[in-house]
């Protein structure tokens, strides 16, 4: 079983569409918890950044974690075609060591 | 909004030859990093820095590559004799601290022929 796994995608919805963007992951010792956006060719953005159980908001964005099941999750309303990228989870169980990636999903977000 | 600037953007050298990439991470960061990203593949992490000295390495650090803090503002990554397999997007990225998320660069293409 990897790391840290994500549905590839691509994943296509409508403009305005709420987006639920999902990682699994296999070390229960992992705590802390990050979702980049990366356009093509660019560097990962960060988005959200949480530590341990539960859920944080952020404007369009809300990220959940939930540690008994090693599922993380990311929801995007009133998506929009700028939101159209690779999202990235990230994860570590130490900060300021080693956060692990997941191999990103693809969004396209169809005006 | 700080950002975590990178040069050059893309560098082309030849097998065998070293390449230092340069980082100026965001002013009142603590911790430094290095990930790197094979293209279509996800991203991996080097190394990390703190206080100094390298925190943690992965296996991938190995004695081709080193780090520096040179002065109070630039981290490189320094790789002493490049192969094929190096090309790749090299990231940089800082935090400052526990409750902060990575700010990343936006990368140094590696090329190398």
């Known amino acids: 079983q990897k790391e840290v796994e994500q549905d590839p995608g691509p994943l296509s919805v409508p403009e305005g569409a709420i987006v639920s963007l999902n990682c699994t992951y296999s070390?229960?010792?992992?705590?802390?918890f990050m979702w980049y956006r990366q356009y093509s060719r660019k560097g990962p953005e960060l988005l959200m950044y949480t530590y341990s159980s539960g859920n944080k908001e952020d404007g369009r964005f809300t990220a959940q974690v939930d540690k008994s099941s090693k599922y993380i999750s990311l929801f995007i309303r009133d998506s929009q075609p700028s939101d159209s990228a690779t999202y990235l989870c990230a994860m570590s169980p130490v900060y300021g060591q080693n956060f692990v990636f997941g191999p990103g999903t693809r969004l396209s977000v169809l005006p | 909004e700080p950002e975590v600037t990178q040069t050059p953007s893309h560098q082309v050298t030849q097998m065998g030859q070293e390449v230092i990439l340069r980082c100026v991470p965001i002013s009142n960061h603590l911790y430094f990093y290095w990930y790197r990203q094979i293209l279509g593949q996800k991203v991996e992490f080097l190394v990390s820095f703190y206080n100094n000295e390298i925190s943690e390495k992965s296996e991938i650090f190995d004695d081709q590559f080193s780090v520096e803090r040179p002065d109070g503002s630039n981290f490189t990554l320094k790789i002493r004799s490049t192969k094929l397999e190096d090309s790749a997007m090299y990231f940089c990225?800082?935090?400052?601290?526990?409750?902060?998320?990575?700010?990343f660069g936006s990368g140094t293409r590696l090329t190398v022929v």
């Open positions: 070390n229960s010792a992992f705590q802390y």
């Open positions: 990225a800082s935090s400052e601290g526990q409750g902060g998320g990575y700010t």
